[in-house]
Nanobody, 122 residues
Framework: QVQLMESGGGLVQPGGSLRLSCAAS????????MRWYRQAPGKQRELVAT??????????DSVKGRFTISTISRDNAKITGNLQMNSLKPEDTAVYYC?????????????WGQGTQVTVSS
């Protein structure tokens, strides 16, 4: 059983920083891609950043130059990817979700975390 769990959300003032982490645990053969999405109240879920297993990254225009998605790291059975968020703006307020394409045994499946709230406010 594979699980994704986000951490690191919270309340921060405009201009501040937060670091989100996504921990993937379970029987994992390979992570092909890891993504961060966000969803603000009343809005559709938005793709924020992507990192491939080979380390290639892509960002939404709204976060380019402010957010950095890290290389996926592996420590025993846990694989972690991070999203460093700098120069945060009130419009970055949303629930942030981790998403990953994972091979577990013979199965290739897309997994989601439960989300972590990020609030940018003075």
């Amino acid at each position: 059983q594979v699980q994704l769990m986000e951490s690191g959300g919270g309340l921060v003032q405009p201009g501040g920083s937060l670091r989100l982490s996504c921990a993937a645990s379970g029987t994992i053969s390979t992570i092909y891609n890891m993504r961060w999405y966000r969803q603000a109240p009343g809005k559709q879920r938005e793709l924020v950043a992507t990192i491939t297993g080979g380390g290639s990254t892509n960002y939404a225009d709204s976060v380019k130059g402010r957010f950095t998605i890290s290389t996926i790291s592996r420590d025993n059975a846990k694989i972690t990817g991070n999203l460093q968020m700098n120069s945060l703006k009130p419009e970055d307020t949303a629930v942030y979700y981790c998403n990953a394409d994972i091979k577990s045994g013979r199965l290739f499946t897309e997994y989601w975390g439960q989300g972590t709230q990020v609030t940018v406010s003075s």
